[in-house]
């Protein structure tokens, strides 16, 4: 009997822990607001992908240093390729509990997808914590060591032959794979995988021929000189360390518009009050600054760059376009 | 060799110092209950509890995270055994046969096997870690899109090949799972498919928890009630020194399930994306098949527990290894154990193996720490939980309502999911009714998205050419395999007929 209790109580102990904080809809806000209960941090992709891994490393800063009150909880909300997420924020309008996770999705799900309703324009803007890079990646062992040579065995392979992984269809990679056929005149088979942790080791299992990982999914299998970088995504001079010993395009003279950044940014619904919003900025601007996240900046190829207020909200919107554009290119949207 | 066993002792005097050790009890504890309560596995467990890890250096950290995840594979047999209620999407397997022993009056028979297997299955997967990491790692990047589709067929032909059942009916119920499993966003186009009444709901597809929770969950427990027709209930419900003794002797007799089960857990948690879940249900079906009497599984045969938890033990050590050695998760859980290694400032891949032998050998060395340390610890809580069986069902059934209502919301934190899953069991016990197999739609649903994304990369891989199933070495092994297991059961009835004629 009382085995009985003690598991009700686990129960109920779990359904607090989990569910109570977003039944309550907060109605009031103090001056110099604090979270009064923790923090949901939604974010708009599955466990264990880029975008979860770095989440759950913020919130880990966050954790360490104390920098807020509550526990920052994070939730992942990845259906419908943060379809769901975004309609989630929208539904929470004025909600000062809940915040989110973005990654280029936040400009490609709404304009996919127009069903859900979403203007991200609408939401608040927290903090822009960094732009993570892409680099064109291939196996050491294909002899590849130019994007001369890299151009030249596509165009032998022809478009059967070569096969470039990538995350899903009308996603960054296949973004960033568009920009490279279109400059070069290239032809490949792009094949769409779950995440980019597997399209690295794709790659490196020789399954497919190339891919344009972000640089903390192939760091490891660089190190063992599993695989090489090309090129970076990115204009001159914006990486540091090993990373900025790749070349960019523009460096190999192939102009300034061979360029792609995946942003990692976090918002709250619409409408949440102006002292909610300065916490957040305040709790994002310290883990900006923390020794962790720079250095995190500088190990993974990231391209520091800090955007608040109105400022990030006209970037989300220049952004937007410019998705706009690559995606009807791409025959995805009319 | 030596020198592995040089590192493995280093390991060892890690692991075993006194805070060390005190942190692999407390994991186990902690992932026993994690893993016992419905709807939060050692995902939510591991994903909750990694905060708390920063308080100790990064070894402690991924020894108290890896034994909460051995202990939360242990505590996922106990609610799927007692209630009937999957603890756990890995120990869904369990509960196929482990519910109708407890039913029997058996349930600390099956608690103890499943415990037990949990023990060998851990050890062997722990064992082959040791010696074969390194090699291992390059068998699980040999399997691309072709080799996964070919496994996921394999998987397939086990449940469908069963004999016993009504394999038209088996059939349908398969079909039904992968229907439900093409919810949601479609990977290759990303486009969204079935979004019934347009509810935001679907987006994320049908959590196959929310299915399991609500056939084994809330189906078992009108089944239960219109058996009882309102009288008292109460289970036999019986725990002795000697009954536990006696169950372990007994246990010799599926020894080979359990060995299958180990090195099958073992093979698939290695292979990226795969994880405990299909590794278990795998072994199930395979114990089935290959059983002389398959027609006892599902009716309380304790092979069909040992089997699927000594798989699932082994696949979560197996799926640390991509992790380890490629930076690449085999399961959720170890996906998020990833996150922790990069908050550590430790880099997964294949340098670290090199660079941080103490903090690698230390977490195996606790891996057989905390073996041995869930099966003490599990076997010294069955009479408490055997108490609880001793209550009258109508006031369990309430308990079992509401545990069921909880872990149908837990993962996702949507009431969309509780709906849906109160819909299943009402779907789940009519099914029933009508002797409909209800396994075959669960494996279904888990296996469904993984080979439909493996199927059409392969194609795309291949300009739509169905042959790169047949000319790769190992998919076109596999398949053969699939292709003996699905005709085996088949020719083996006919075989039972012609004998019966004769």
Partial sequence: MKKVIGMGALALGAAFAFGVGSFVQSTDAAAAWKPRKPVEFVIMAGKGGGADRLARFIQGIIEKHKFSPKPFIPNNKGGGSGAEALRYLKDNAGNPHIILATLNSLYTTPLRNPGIGVDISKFTPIARLAEDTFQLWVTTDSGIKSVKDYIAAVKKAGAAGWKMGGTGKGQEDSLVTALLEKKFGLKMTYVPFKGGGTVAKQLIGKHINSTVNNPSEQAGFWDAKKSIPLASFTPKGKLKGKWGSIPTFEELGHGTDMVYYMQRSVIAPPGIPKDAQDFYVSVFDKVYKSKEWQSYLTKKGLVPGWLTGNELTAYFVKEREVHRKLLKDLGEIK | MIEVFNLLIEGFAVALQWQNLLLVVAGCVAGLFIGAMPGLGSVNGVAILLPLTFLVPPTGAIIFLGALYYGAMYGGAISSIMLGIPGAS??????????????????????????????????ISVVLFTLFAPPLADVALKFGPPEEFTLMILAFATFVGLGSDDIPKTLFSIMIGLAMSTVGLDIVSGQPRLIFFDLPGFYHGINFLVLAIGIYGIGEMLWVIEQSKGKMVISKAEVSVRRILDTIKQLKGSIRQMLMGSFLGYFVGILPAAGATPGSLMAYGVAKTMDREPETFGRGNIKGVVAPEAANNAASTGSMLPMLTLGIPGSPTTAILLGGMVIWGLEPGPRLFVDHKDFVWGLIASLYAANLFALLINIAFIPAFIAVLRMPFTILAPVIYVLCVVGGYAPTKDMHDVWLMLIFGVVGYLMRKLDYPLAPAVLAIVLGPLAEASMRQSLIMNQGGFDIFVTRPISGTILVIAIVLLVWPMIKAMNKRRTAKA
Avoid: I
């Fill in chain 2, 90 to 123: 890995t120990a869904v397997a369990t509960t196929f046969d482990g519910r109708p022993m407890a039913l029997k009056g058996d349930a600390d028979r099956a608690l103890v096997a499943a415990a037990s297997a949990s023990f060998v299955g851990g050890t």
